[in-house]
């Protein structure tokens, strides 16, 4: 079980609270190191009254982590918070999301919410609240911010807890209490496994990368090579560095938490999939275009749009023939896309699509009964699918007007039995992606062969990419965790 230690600065700053024997101050914990007993698995909690550059605050976050301590602020976090220039990119998107919560007196131009280890009081703002706590987990947080015409932060700043008045230590206390039971709400028998690995999924996704039955495979698979896989879920963010690797499992994208799990777990040195640099350039169309493009490889013919330029639109016909295909450029699951048969649909759909994005991809129809999956990994063709079209839909997702979606059939089949142009072509298109797990969708009309897209969060569904293979899917997938596991414990980089 993990051992908790609360670092303050001076024995007073914790005298609105009962004495606790894990409270120490900051004195004690930098001048008496904990024995070695105590040294394993120790959270430390750093609630000095200043993380100023060499000063005690800092010392104390710098030297946990010698010591080999879990602690929060991290001196990333520190680093961070004290570079403007950093966090500036980091809360650029959540700025948008302000001026329908924020006061909206004319009178007021400024505003400040106090964050406890990602709790706020003020209810609109949680989400983002632990937004910015996962981006820079510390403690106490102030947020400010500023409005000239539009509501925007201005600054993200660390505080002590001795500047709390007596309504903010119940606040700060509660959610202390929270944060501090998940550290080890589930203590998990690290001995019995060489290896731990987080699993990110979310319970409720309605159509996630892998069902229930699939995500159970992964778990047993992993335990018969050693490896616990530990499902968790977006509120477990500032636990991602008690593991040994990452896998997730809930579809991804740029603008959500599963990037920054990806971006978090790679700087802590874990061995992830999908890592942050395949999420990047998977997850938009727009890359994925000029990237096979540039490289040559052949896809549907196609044409970027620009919002501000209408005369682009009424040539498309002219350039590509009806039907026309146009894709937002992070849809996922045939999702953000539409298909135009005449002037007038692909107007109408351009315009829609302009809500969501300042480009659009469109593309010219090809019509198949199915596409082709090829799933890759490290490089290897793994399975085989072909996934058929919605009955009476164009697509193989047909999401229908009250939030539902139905899907085509599938075939899956031995990788040897799929065209080998196909499984080439698909090799060819995950090379410029990386060496993690995608899949790789393709067309096949008479001769010719296109790339649709990489992803690289593909479907492993318990029934079909394992309809093949069986439970030797899972284990792949767990082996090559395996494999860079211990090639990252013996210190060998390809």
């Avoid at 996962?134 to 002590?160: D, S, Y």
């Avoid at 959610?175 to 987080?198: G, H, N, T, V």
């Avoid at 979310?202 to 050693?226: C, V, Y």
Wanted: hydrophobic share 35%; with cysteine.
């Amino acid at each position: 079980m993990s051992r908790l230690v609360i670092v303050v600065e001076k024995a007073s700053d914790w005298g609105s609270y009962y004495p606790s024997d894990n409270v120490v101050t900051a004195t004690d914990y930098l001048r008496e190191p904990l024995t070695a007993e105590e040294e394993q698995r120790t959270q430390v909690i750093n609630l000095c009254r200043s993380y100023k550059y060499l000063g005690t605050g800092y010392y104390v976050s710098l030297l946990a982590e010698a010591r080999g301590h879990k602690v929060i602020p991290s001196v990333r976090t520190i680093n961070d918070l004290r570079r403007r220039s950093l966090y500036g990119l980091d809360i650029e998107d959540l700025n948008q999301k302000l001026s329908r919560f924020l006061p909206d007196s004319r009178d007021t131009t400024d505003f400040g919410l106090q964050v406890y280890f990602g709790e706020t009081s003020y209810a609109p703002l949680q989400d983002l609240a632990r937004q910015v706590f996962e981006t820079f987990p510390c403690p106490i947080l102030r947020i400010e911010f500023e409005r000239e015409r539009e509501w925007r932060i201005v600054a993200i700043k660390p505080t002590g807890m001795h500047l709390l008045n007596d309504p903010q230590e119940d606040a700060f206390a509660d959610a202390l209490d929270r944060f501090s039971k998940k550290l080890w709400r589930k203590p998990r028998a690290r001995r019995k496994y060489r290896y731990d690995i987080a699993m990110l999924h979310d319970p409720a996704e309605a159509m996630p990368p892998s069902n229930k039955r699939a995500l159970k495979s992964f778990i047993d698979a992993g335990k018969d090579l050693g490896i616990e896989v530990d499902p968790i879920t977006r509120n477990d963010y500032t636990r991602l560095a008690e593991y040994d690797g990452l896998f997730i499992r809930e579809t991804t994208a740029l603008d959500n938490h599963t990037y920054r799990f990806a971006n978090k777990a790679e700087k802590e040195g874990m061995v992830v999939m999908d890592d942050p640099t395949s999420i990047l350039r998977c997850t938009n169309k727009i890359y994925l275009h000029d990237l096979m493009r540039s490289r040559k490889l052949p896809t549907p013919k196609s044409e970027i749009l620009f919002r501000d330029d209408p005369k682009k639109i009424a040539e498309l016909p002219q350039i590509l023939g009806f039907p026309i295909v146009l894709k937002i450029p992070d849809g996922s699951f045939s999702r953000g896309i539409v298909k135009a048969e005449n002037a007038e649909e692909l107007k109408k759909g351009a315009e829609d699509l302009f809500q969501h994005t300042a480009l659009v991809i469109a593309q010219e129809y090809l019509y198949t009964e199915f596409d082709w999956r090829i799933g890759v990994l490290n490089k290897e063709p793994l399975y085989a699918c072909q996934y058929f079209m919605s009955r009476g839909h164009w697509q193989i997702y047909n999401h229908g007007a009250r939030g539902t979606a139905k899907s085509g059939g599938f075939k899956t089949l031995p990788v040897r039995e799929a065209p080998a142009e196909v499984v080439r072509l698909a090799l060819k298109a995950t090379t410029l992606i990386g060496d993690g797990l995608y899949g790789v969708d393709l067309k096949q009309v008479g001769g010719r062969i296109v790339v649709i897209e990489v992803n690289d969060n593909p479907s492993i569904d318990a029934g079909v990419e394992d309809e093949y293979l069986g439970e030797d899917l899972y284990r792949r997938i767990m082996e090559e965790f395996l494999r860079r596991l211990e090639r990252k414990r013996l210190g060998i980089t390809d």
